[in-house]
C-alpha cells in the first residue's frame, strides 16, 4: 500500500516558477515508478511527467518539456516537479501517481497507476 500527499500548489504569476512535492509512505516506494497528471477545468486528466525506480528514466509531455523537471528523492520518499516559465495553460490540479513495475512502460496512460494523491492546485495568472 501507498499513500501519496501533494503540496507546493498556489497561485503564481506567467514566467514564474513553482516545485510541487509529493510524499510518499510505504517500505516499497522505491520500487515503482512515479508521475505526475494535472487535470484543468471541464478537462481530461493529462500525463505530466513520469520517472523510474532509480530516478535515470524520466518521460515528459511536449506540453511540459524543457521547462518542467521530475525527481525522486527515495531517502525521504518524495518525489518533486520543478515547475518553471508557467504559462496560464498550466493551471490545473496536479495529482501524482505510483506505478508497480519500476519502469516506464505505460507511464503517460492514467490506468496504469496503482495509487494517487489526493491533488493540489496551481494556479498561472497572466
Known amino acids: 500500500q501507498v499513500q501519496l500527499v501533494e503540496s507546493g500548489g498556489r497561485l503564481v504569476q506567467a514566467g514564474g516558477s513553482l516545485r510541487l512535492s509529493c510524499a510518499a509512505s510505504?517500505?516499497?516506494?522505491?520500487?515503482?515508478?512515479m508521475g505526475w497528471f494535472r487535470q484543468a477545468a471541464g478537462k481530461e486528466r493529462e500525463f505530466v511527467t513520469a520517472i523510474n525506480w532509480s530516478g535515470g528514466t524520466t518521460t515528459y509531455a511536449d506540453s511540459v518539456k524543457g521547462r518542467f523537471t521530475i525527481s525522486r528523492d527515495s531517502g525521504s520518499n518524495t518525489v518533486h516537479l520543478q515547475m518553471n516559465s508557467l504559462k496560464p495553460e498550466d493551471t490545473a490540479i496536479y495529482y501524482c501517481?505510483?506505478?508497480?513495475?519500476?519502469?516506464?512502460?505505460?507511464?503517460?496512460?492514467?490506468?496504469?497507476?496503482?495509487?494517487w494523491g489526493q491533488g493540489t492546485q496551481v494556479t498561472v495568472s497572466s
Open positions: 501517481a505510483a506505478k508497480r513495475g519500476a519502469t516506464l512502460s505505460g507511464s503517460s496512460n492514467l490506468t496504469s497507476y496503482n495509487y
Open positions: 510505504g517500505r516499497t516506494f522505491s520500487t515503482y515508478a
